[in-house]
């Protein structure tokens, strides 16, 4: 599709079980970015892709978070070991790489998955 | 440090009205500036960016905003707003870490309209 795609749109699960989250981005988008929205509240960054590599991963919250890159393409982000605050919709952007001036391109967001953690 | 400020959480206005939305930023260097627009149950949409053009911007739907380095505010601004309006909307800049520059949210606006 022309668009960022993620998967699954809605995920409910029991504290203490993995989850993976998945996101396709638009094809030659080579900066990807992982966000965490709480309710009611704003975007809180947790990780940024560079091709396939993670320059910035300083806003993961804790080691039960990981996440990779399949090249320039899908992005997984996996949560170990699910805790009720983990509860959300995790949102992925893809964009044109940064340039060395700053950072000037239009993030294309998809449409979030809400993890629900019971 | 807080790469940009939203002022208001919420802001209530009757249709017809105009409508601001205020965004502060700090940053040393001539940012680039961008509102994105939430609908409920919608994703993110870009409203309206700023790279060092115009200091006027106008975006979609009839919103507009002005980059004032002066003041280093990029407000959000409509002359009338309408039912249509009533979304999150939130500004956005990048912030330097770890090499790279991160698009970073500030904390959302609210906007309600009334009828």
């Known amino acids: 599709g022309a668009g960022v795609s993620q998967s699954p749109s809605n995920k409910v699960t029991e504290k203490g079980k993995d989850v993976e989250l998945r996101c396709d981005p638009i094809s030659g988008h080579t900066a990807l970015y992982w966000y965490r929205q709480r309710l009611g509240q704003g975007l809180e960054f947790l990780i940024y892709f560079q091709g396939n590599s993670a320059p910035d991963k300083s806003g993961l919250p804790s080691d039960r978070f990981s996440a990779e890159r399949t090249g320039e393409s899908v992005s997984t982000l996996t949560i170990q070991r699910t805790q009720q605050e983990d509860s959300a919709v995790y949102l992925c952007?893809?964009?044109?790489?940064?340039?060395?001036?700053?950072?000037?391109?239009?993030?294309?967001f998809g449409e979030g998955s809400r993890l629900t953690v019971l | 440090a807080q790469s940009v400020t939203q002022l208001d959480s919420h802001v209530s206005v009757s249709e017809g009205t105009p409508v601001l939305l205020r965004c502060n930023y700090s940053?040393?260097?001539?940012?680039?500036l961008f509102w994105y627009v939430q609908h409920p149950n919608k994703g993110l949409q870009l409203l309206l960016k700023y790279t060092s053009a115009a200091t006027l911007v106008k975006g979609i739907n009839g919103f507009e905003a002005e980059f004032k380095k002066s003041e280093t505010s990029f407000h959000l601004t409509k002359p009338s707003a309408h039912m249509s309006d009533a979304a999150e909307y939130f500004c956005v800049a990048p912030w330097p870490s770890g090499g790279s520059y991160i698009p970073t949210f500030g904390r959302g606006t609210s906007l309600i309209v009334h009828p």
């Open positions: 952007a893809s964009s044109f790489v940064p340039t060395r001036q700053g950072y000037t391109g239009e993030l294309f």
């Open positions: 940053s040393s260097y001539s940012p680039s």
